[in-house]
């Protein structure tokens, strides 16, 4: 018996050097990588002849701070901002009119970077959403209601109509898209829409097309707008698809349009996406084909792709100025967005009467003569700026909180 408790006391006396032992090669470990980190600051003609002998004791610390370094670097030259000139521009524009026009099926693939103009912030810009948070700054409310189409929209748009893009595949939620003109059978909103909220209890889903964000009660895994299918009571759920989330709704999704014009595509032109998140959808790049055989890409960004080296073009200029220049090379007149003609007043539908205090949401106000079109707001509380849904507390995406020092 009393041999077992001196055992049992030896093993915990063990236990416990052994950690010590842990931390004191930790701290060691921390002061050697600080002395080394110093060190390498210096110029080399500048360190003494102890520094010297230092980095060659330490030669594994110091590779593997260059490696970090390296890395660094890498990381930061890909954020950077890069803008043809004016000359280079024009020359790349050219070889991408020509393959426009040669195209037998060209589908656009649009990212955060063709709504900056309409004052909606992109993620990875140098004040994109993404980069803010990473630096620890607050993001700023944007009040989505008020964005209009952009040129880059509207080309698109006119690009279409005109029978010289097929099909459009959006990770934007902003519905611009929709509001240009643009029919909904040719785009993919693949992250949803928020002027749209749908009953998943109707068979099939029911869709409300509003003329405000929906998203205002709404999160990552909370997706219910608190307001109810005035078909059969059900509640409506918004259609945003948020990090971390696989989305289901066949609408405004559109996953099977989206999948087959990228099987069919001989020409993918990407506009203002970092394709970070595009690039993991294996349905959208024909990767099963041979090299020769898949769609040629054309990427206009002004920050690196992970698609860059597989780019037969990459244009670093911003949407709207290249896409201007497009429409000139292809003598095809950039049609201005009309409010009047903009297909969310006829699509939308009213609240029901004892959900008109439902959001705070500012509605979207119709032109002039079009009032009828407003659903019913009365006694609606005052609007404020976007703070949460898709654009708020949605973009957390489970970061994990820092351990403290």
Known sequence: MEEDAWTGATSRVERKALEKAKILQRENERKIFKLVARVLKKPEDERTEEEAAALVRHRDTAQELGRRHDRRTVLKRKQEEVFDDADELKSKVCQLAEAVKQAQHLV???????????????????????????????????????????????????????????????????????????????????????????????????????????????????????????????????????????????????????????????????????????????????????????????????????????????????????????????????????KAEDPIFSLATPVLTEEENSHTREVISPPAGQEDCLPDSQGQAAAIAVQGGWFGRGYNKGRKKKKAA
């Open 108 to 338: 656009v693939y649009t990212g955060a970077g063709i709504s900056t103009a309409a004052s909606i912030p992109d993620y990875r810009g140098p004040n994109g959403v993404w980069t803010q948070l990473q630096k620890g700054l607050a993001v700023s409310a944007s009040d989505l209601s008020k964005a209009q189409p952009t040129i880059t929209h509207m080309c698109i748009k006119m690009l279409h109509k005109e029978k010289l893009v097929q099909h459009v595949v959006s990770q934007n939620c902003d519905g611009l898209h929709l509001r240009s003109g643009l029919p909904r059978q040719a785009l993919s909103e693949l992250h949803g829409n928020m002027f749209i909220e749908v009953c998943t209890s109707c068979s099939p889903a029911r869709e409300y097309v509003r003329l405000f964000d929906v998203t205002e009660r709404t999160s990552r895994h909370r997706h219910g707008t608190g307001r109810r299918c005035s078909h059969c009571g059900g509640e409506l759920r918004d259609t945003i698809v948020h990090f971390g989330e696989r989305g289901t709704l066949e609408q405004p999704l559109n996953w099977t349009g989206a999948a087959e014009a990228a099987k069919v595509a001989d020409v993918i032109l990407c506009l203002g996406s970092s394709l970070k998140v595009l690039k993991k959808y294996a349905c959208l790049w024909s990767m099963n084909r041979p090299a020769s055989k898949r769609p040629k890409l054309y990427i206009v960004n002004l920050q690196w792709t992970p698609k860059d080296d597989l780019a037969t073009l990459k244009i670093h200029g911003k949407c709207d100025d290249v896409m201007s220049l497009l429409m000139e090379d292809l003598n095809i007149e950039i049609p201005l967005y009309n």
